[in-house]
T-cell receptor, first 114, second 114 residues
Framework: SQTIHQWPATLVQPVGSPLSLECTVE??????LYWYRQAAGRGLQLLFY??????ISSEVPQNLSASRPQDRQFILSSKKLLLSDSGFYLC?????????????FGPGTRLTVL | KQEVTQIPAALSVPEGENLVLNCSFT??????LQWFRQDPGKGLTSLLL?????REQTSGRLNASLDKSSGRSTLYIAASQPGDSATYLC?????????????FGKGTKLTVNP
């Protein structure tokens, strides 16, 4: 069966510090991968998605970046965090055989920028 | 631009009651519509996926309907239980900005009181 992992589970970082959040998927090959952010009082916002190694599409201009160094690894990064980067970050995957397949979400990372 | 709205934002019901959660979307050209459940501080769990050619899907006590022409979907929960307490999110798979993506509503927070 497929599983998706995210770490860390929670993170408190000062403004201006770097960020690295990791997501890995097990039990599937060549998944589509997604990073979402869920801020208080707002819906889920798609930040990045990837259809393959090294292929990253950005949805929202911001100071975040994403990378996919391996087939089942997706990393969200920032060089300098802003207060507005606080939120709940969710990674998700979907299959590629069927367009618009169900997305499966990881447990999330709660990021607080102080 | 696709917008997904969920009403009400919060709902509190006594145990055993049947209830309906509403979701509306502005662009009827969707691939499918999905309902998710999110427990506090957790990731999303997929509940039901309705393809654009379907009108409803059922899973246990859950029944989701889709009316593309009117831009509406409902999630019906029969014989509600305290364990059903969570935030329910609907999301429409839409072609937007040159790619397919899930556009989420802000959710309905359901509380089932014993």
């Amino acid at each position: 069966s497929q599983t998706i992992h995210q770490w860390p589970a929670t993170l408190v970082q000062p403004v201006g510090s770097p960020l690295s959040l990791e997501c890995t998927v097990e039990g599937t090959s060549n998944p589509n991968l997604y990073w979402y952010r869920q801020a208080a009082g707002r819906g889920l916002q798609l930040l990045f998605y990837s259809v393959g190694i090294g292929q990253i599409s950005s949805e929202v201009p911001q100071n975040l970046s994403a990378s996919r160094p391996q087939d089942r690894q997706f990393i969200l990064s920032s060089k300098k965090l802003l207060l507005s980067d606080s939120g709940f970050y969710l990674c998700a995957w979907s299959g590629t055989e069927i367009v618009s397949d169900t997305q499966y979400f990881g447990p999330g990372t709660r990021l607080t920028v102080l | 631009k696709q917008e997904v709205t969920q009403i009400p934002a919060a709902l509190s019901v006594p145990e055993g009651e049947n209830l309906v959660l509403n979701c509306s979307f502005t662009d009827s050209a969707i691939y499918n519509l999905q309902w998710f459940r999110q427990d506090p501080g957790k990731g999303l769990t997929s509940l039901l996926l309705i393809q654009s050619s379907q009108r409803e899907q059922t899973s246990g006590r859950l029944n989701a309907s889709l009316d593309k022409s009117s831009g509406r979907s409902t999630l019906y929960i029969a014989a509600s239980q305290p364990g059903d307490s969570a935030t329910y999110l609907c999301a429409a798979w839409t072609f937007q900005g040159g790619s397919e993506k899930l556009v989420f509503g802000k959710g309905t927070k359901l509380t089932v009181n014993p």
